[in-house]
């Protein structure tokens, strides 16, 4: 059975609509519209949600969905990366801030691209949407 069909068999049994269930975990009825018709999975945080409102395990609600559980696994694998990238801008504003004390220069061109590629990183690490952020 997949998630979609789960969220929506132990909605019902709880008695509760779609406009209740998202009111209780904070999203959006449409959001909760999409993962029971299939074209949208929840995140990490709302299936943690849903297991609370649903009464229900983690594990009950995702194990019997692969395609979830793959999602799942890529989710982590990416934040894993962009942690990886925003140490790596990390260590190379530390490296232009060597070099301006000992040394008097300061490039601030690559200064200012990178801390522009750090606050992406961190938006994009933090709420998971690269294409919201302007």
């Known amino acids: 059975m ?21 009111q209780k975990i904070n999203v959006s009825r449409q959001s909760v519209l999409k993962w029971e018709a299939g074209t949208n999975y929840p995140n990490i945080e709302n299936i943690l949600a849903l297991s609370e409102a649903l ?4 594990d009950e609600l995702i194990k019997t969905d692969l ?6 696994i890529i989710d982590s694998k990416a934040r894993k990366y962009h942690l990886l990238v925003m140490l790596f801008l990390v260590s190379i ?18 200064l200012i691209s990178t801390v522009f590629m750090l ?3 961190l938006k994009v690490f933090f ?3 690269l294409l919201e952020i302007f």
């Open 2 to 22: 997949h998630i979609s069909n789960k969220i929506k068999q132990l909605r019902i049994e709880n008695h509760l609509t779609q406009d209740q269930l998202a």
């Open 55 to 58: 009464n229900v395990s983690i």
């Open 67 to 72: 395609k979830l559980e793959n999602k799942l």
């Open 93 to 110: 504003i530390i490296y232009i801030g060597y070099w301006f004390l000992a040394h008097h220069i300061l490039m601030m061109g690559f």
């Open 119 to 121: 606050f992406i990183e």
């Open 127 to 129: 709420t998971g949407k």
